[in-house]
């Protein structure tokens, strides 16, 4: 399994507070996605990440930051928490290039409640 | 853009019946498709993927995909359904140069003793 974690794996915070989540990798790649799941939407991507200090949106990017200071680390941040971002975040990770179908490796998962 | 289409947000099959999971997707090129499975509560699996070296691709646990470009399809199937197989199922595709997944919707997977 690739080295991918995620913290905490379980959130329940009230309506307007900040909230972070972590995601850590060993395997040293590149890229680094956040992704929100949500019955009936599959995966939606919120934010990608291509090197130290270079991120893009992705579909869903309202209400959400990231930022990535180091490359074994990716964080999510809701700036202040609505229910509509109750979810399961998944964060994943690839390394483009050689023979292509550059697959994506997935975390856990957070499953986060916002009351 | 890039996007995918699953059929059937539900399929059940009897335990040893074939499984058919299907997957269109539409881009401008040829792309890179993938089939992941996830299990309750856990992240999502990689079970084959399509870089263009072979239509039929194999994949873990019985499972294989056949590109058909005239079709725009990327079914998975497996010949015998094991209890274990029950899941959720997602097909993505991702274009050649780009780094970026679009997921479908998802199928589960209910097999049936």
């Known amino acids: 399994d690739a080295g991918i974690t995620q913290s905490p794996r379980h959130k329940v915070t009230e309506t307007g507070t900040p909230v972070t989540l972590r995601c850590h990798q060993t395997?040293?790649?590149?890229?680094m996605y956040w992704y929100r799941q949500d019955p009936g939407h599959g995966l939606r991507l919120i934010h990608y990440?291509?090197?130290?200090?270079?991120?893009d949106k992705g579909e869903v990017s309202d209400g959400y930051s990231v930022s990535r200071s180091k490359t074994e680390d990716f964080l999510l941040t809701l700036e202040s928490a609505t229910s509509s971002q109750t979810s399961v975040y998944f964060c994943?990770?690839?390394?483009?290039?050689?023979?292509?179908?550059?697959?994506?490796?997935f975390g856990p998962g957070t499953r986060l409640t916002v009351l | 853009a890039q996007s995918v289409t699953q059929l059937g947000s539900h399929v059940s099959v009897s335990e040893g019946a074939l499984v058919l999971l299907r997957c269109n997707y539409s881009?401008?090129?040829?792309?890179?498709l993938f089939w992941y499975v996830q299990y309750p509560n856990q992240g999502l699996q990689l079970l084959l993927k399509?870089?263009?070296?072979?239509?039929l691709v194999k994949g873990i646990n019985g499972f294989e995909a056949e590109f058909k470009k005239s079709e725009t399809s990327f079914h998975l199937t497996k010949p015998s359904a094991h209890m274990s197989d029950a899941a959720e199922y997602f097909c993505?595709?991702?274009?050649?140069?780009?780094?970026?997944?679009?997921f479908g919707t998802g199928t589960s997977l209910t097999v049936i003793p």
């Open positions: 990440s291509y090197g130290v200090k270079d991120t």
């Open positions: 395997e040293n790649h590149r890229y």
């Open positions: 993505a595709v991702s274009d050649r140069g780009g780094n970026q997944f679009y």
């Open positions: 881009s401008s090129v040829p792309p890179y």
């Open positions: 399509y870089t263009s070296a072979a239509t």
């Open positions: 994943a990770i690839s390394e483009p290039g050689g023979q292509g179908g550059h697959e994506q490796f």
